[in-house]
């Protein structure tokens, strides 16, 4: 990947501009052209270099004030595996993920629930529970947030 490449990955992972025509705007800060930028960025979607754009949305701000860590006690990794599947499907979960088991910490699966109220996410949980078989877990509500951004794969200290 060139530094060129690597500098319009940069502008791309931050927000884009809020003007009619934002490519053209990074085209101009890229020294490239418009039609160069976009079949840059339409190569890397066709390839899977990039996934997918999306908005980062501050769910707090919306009303979701509800957010809840939730650790989910499985030793089977197909279970697991099953129950990752079921969860991924809940519109109210935005992660997850399974990690290893620690010792005095027996969970391994991980979801992040949301909803506009605790007993939405604990009507969120019941579902859950229901569709996956499981019943051994922990939420850990969130009570402040200090960080929230999408990883950012390349910096400008990377270009010295």
């Known amino acids: 990947m060139s530094k060129k490449d690597k500098k319009l990955i940069r502008l791309l992972q931050v927000e884009l501009p809020l003007v009619e025509r934002p490519y053209a705007e990074l085209s101009e800060r890229l020294g490239m052209s418009e039609r160069e930028v976009l079949d840059k960025v339409s190569s890397w979607v066709g390839s899977g270099i990039i996934r997918r754009f999306g908005a980062t949305v501050r769910h707090q701000r ?22 990752g599947e079921i969860f991924a499907g809940f519109p109210e979960v ?13 969970y391994t ?3 992040m629930v949301h909803a ?3 007993e939405g996410i604990e009507q969120t949980l019941e579902r859950m529970k229901e569709a996956s078989g499981l019943d051994e877990y922990r939420g850990l509500l969130s009570e ?9 794969y390349f910096s400008e200290e990377e270009d010295q």
Do not use: I
């Not at 935005?94 to 027996?106: D, I, M, S």
């Not at 402040?144 to 990883?151: D, I």
């Open 144 to 152: 402040k947030e200090w960080k929230k951004t999408s990883m950012q």
């Open 94 to 106: 935005t992660h997850c993920y399974r990690r290893p088991e620690f010792e005095g910490w027996p």
């Open 116 to 118: 506009t109220s605790q």
């Open 109 to 111: 699966l991980y979801t």
């Open 62 to 83: 919306m009303g979701y004030s509800a957010n809840s860590m939730v650790v989910w006690r499985v030793t089977d990794p197909e279970v697991a595996d099953r129950a």
